[in-house]
C-alpha cells in the first residue's frame, strides 16, 4: 500500500521530470506520443487526397470533349421567354396573314386583282369554326333565369264526363300535370315559403294538361303525354310573356333543352308508385 508520503514523493518526482524536459524543448512523454498520432493521421489524409485528385484528372482528361452540335442545339432549343397563350395565339396569326398573302392573286403589274372568293375570309372563317368562334352567328339574347314549378296527380281510373258531372268511371289511368314559370327574381323568401303547389299556382303561364288510358296499368303512357303537353304550354307561354316584356327572346337550342330537362323530371317523378308528386326546374345551367 503506497503511504501519503510515498505518493507526495512520486509527485514531486514527476513534476521535476516534467519540468527538465520542457526546459530541455521537449514535450511530455504523453504529449509526444498525441503528437506522433497526429502526424501519422495526416499523413495518411493527403496522400489519400492526393490520390483522389490524380484519379479525377486522369478520368477528365481521358472524357470525350462535348459534341458542338449537340450544344448548339439545345441552346436554339431553350427559348430566351415563354409567354404561353399569349406565344400560341401571336404563332396563330403570324400564320394566317402568311397564309392570306400567298393566296392572294397578284397580276403581273403587281396589284392584285378583284377576286370573285376572298380566300384570307375563308381561312379566317375557317379558323373561327375550328375555335368555336363564329363571326357570323349573332349573339344569343340575354334571357333572365327562371324556374318551372310542376306537380302531377295520379288517378287509377278513368271518369266519364258529361259536362262537369261524372256519369261513369272506367278502369284505366288518368294523369294530371301542371306546369308553370317563376323568375329568379320574384323568388322571394316569401316566395320560398310556400310549398310546390302554392309556388305552381302562383307562376305565370300555369297550364294543365290531363291525359287518360282505359289500359289497366299503362302509367308510362299516360305520364308521357301529359309531361309533355303540361312542359311544352308552360314553357311557350313564359317566352311569349319574357319577349313582350323585354323585347328578348329563347333561341331554338335552349328552348329545346329547358322543354327535354322539364320532360325528365316530370316523367321519372310521375311513373313512380303513389298518387302526387312535384317537380322542379331551373333553367340557370340550361342556357
Not at 439545345?74 to 403570324?94: E, M, Q, T
Request: glycine residues 10%; aromatic residues 4%.
Amino acid at each position: 500500500m503506497v503511504t501519503r508520503p510515498q505518493a507526495a514523493l512520486c509527485g514531486r518526482t514527476c513534476l521535476r521530470a516534467s519540468h527538465q524536459l520542457s526546459a530541455r524543448g521537449e514535450p511530455p512523454r504523453g504529449m509526444r506520443a498525441l503528437a506522433r498520432g497526429r502526424d501519422a493521421l495526416d499523413t495518411t489524409r493527403g496522400g489519400r487526397d492526393d490520390v483522389s485528385r490524380d484519379r479525377f484528372a486522369e478520368h477528365r482528361a481521358a472524357s470525350p470533349p462535348p459534341r458542338p452540335e449537340r450544344t448548339q442545339a439545345a441552346a436554339n432549343a431553350a427559348p430566351d421567354s415563354f409567354h404561353g397563350p399569349k406565344r400560341l395565339l401571336d404563332g396563330l396569326v403570324c400564320t394566317v396573314i402568311a397564309v392570306a398573302v400567298a393566296v392572294s392573286p397578284v397580276t403581273a403589274a403587281g396589284a392584285p386583282e378583284s377576286p370573285t372568293e376572298d380566300p384570307a375570309g375563308s381561312l379566317v372563317a375557317t379558323i373561327a369554326g375550328i375555335l368555336g368562334r363564329d363571326s357570323d352567328a349573332p349573339d344569343s339574347d340575354p334571357i333572365d333565369p327562371f324556374t318551372l314549378f310542376g306537380t302531377n296527380t295520379k288517378q287509377f281510373l278513368v271518369e266519364i264526363l258529361d259536362g262537369d258531372r261524372v256519369t261513369a268511371q272506367r278502369r284505366g289511368v288518368t294523369v294530371r300535370t301542371c306546369v308553370s314559370a317563376v323568375k329568379a327574381s320574384q323568388e322571394t323568401p316569401a316566395f320560398q315559403s310556400l310549398g310546390t303547389r302554392q309556388k305552381v299556382e302562383a307562376g305565370s303561364g300555369l297550364t294543365c294538361v290531363q291525359t287518360q288510358s282505359t289500359v289497366e296499368g299503362d302509367v308510362e303512357g299516360t305520364c308521357q303525354g301529359s309531361c309533355g303537353g303540361a312542359c311544352e304550354g308552360a314553357i311557350d307561354a313564359y317566352i311569349a310573356r319574357y319577349k313582350g316584356e323585354s323585347g328578348y327572346t329563347v333561341d331554338a337550342a335552349a328552348r329545346k333543352r329547358i322543354l327535354r330537362a322539364c320532360n325528365k323530371a316530370c316523367y321519372r317523378n310521375c311513373k313512380r308508385g303513389g298518387r302526387t308528386f312535384d317537380f322542379v326546374v331551373a333553367s340557370r345551367n340550361l342556357f
